[in-house]
């Protein structure tokens, strides 16, 4: 069970903070990454829930202020954030602090600890449309201007890069959601002609690739 007084303290001050972010990474991406975490946890011995839980809270709380390096500024949100102190030792405030900088999919090696295992594996998609929603957002956010071809060329690409069969998105729990989720990609990914009527049909996008 969580810590009722640092999932008050979160819920107030934390959680708000998504509002300032994309529609990829905004607060029904939190309350999915949360979920998805404390699930996860279940399949690890003697993990702390207000552990998982706070890493999970904290994990893209900085993307509105440089995306490409959200994962270290949102690490020290967390661990500039003195009331943490209150909730966690020296050693669980450095873990958390890690396993914050660990989740991104694109990072290269292993997560140092469970904690970063799990929230990399619980960020993950596993909803095909909500995904390509969330590409969507982003795109429009980040790369204002591009014309509606160059918008789906680049979900394609972003697609297949990152989920594709040699895709750099790893996973390290137990989760038939997400098989099902890459299983679903991989078939429309074979196909650009198929992938762009999908993603045109999901995000109203009126253009052909």
């Known amino acids: 069970m969580i ?4 999932q008050s303290y979160i819920n107030k001050n934390i959680i708000p903070l998504y509002a300032l972010n994309d529609g990829g ?6 309350d999915y990454v949360v979920r998805r975490s404390l699930a996860f946890a279940k399949q690890y011995e003697g993990i702390n829930l207000d552990m998982v839980y706070t890493v999970a809270a904290f994990h893209d709380i900085a993307h509105h202020i440089d995306k490409k390096n959200h994962e270290k500024l949102s690490a020290e949100v967390f661990y500039s954030d003195e009331r943490m102190k209150s909730f966690f030792t020296q050693e669980q405030r450095i873990v958390i602090k890690e396993a914050i900088e660990d ?13 970063g295992k799990i929230i990399s594996s619980a960020d993950r998609s596993t909803d095909a449309e909500e995904f390509l929603r969330r590409t969507h957002a982003y795109t429009l956010r980040y790369f204002p201007g591009i014309s509606e071809e160059e918008i789906v060329e680049r979900a394609y690409k972003h697609t297949l890069e990152k989920y594709g069969d040699k895709g750099y998105a790893k996973h390290y729990v137990i989760d038939e959601e997400y098989e099902k989720f890459r299983e679903y990609i991989n078939s429309i990914l074979k196909d650009k002609a198929v992938f762009s009527e999908k993603y045109k049909q999901i995000n109203q996008v009126k253009t052909d690739v």
Not at 3 to 6: C, D, R
């Open 3 to 6: 810590n009722l007084e640092l």
């Open 25 to 30: 990474h905004s607060l029904s991406h939190i």
């Open 103 to 115: 989740h991104r999919a694109s990072l290269e090696g292993v997560p140092r600890s469970d904690y």
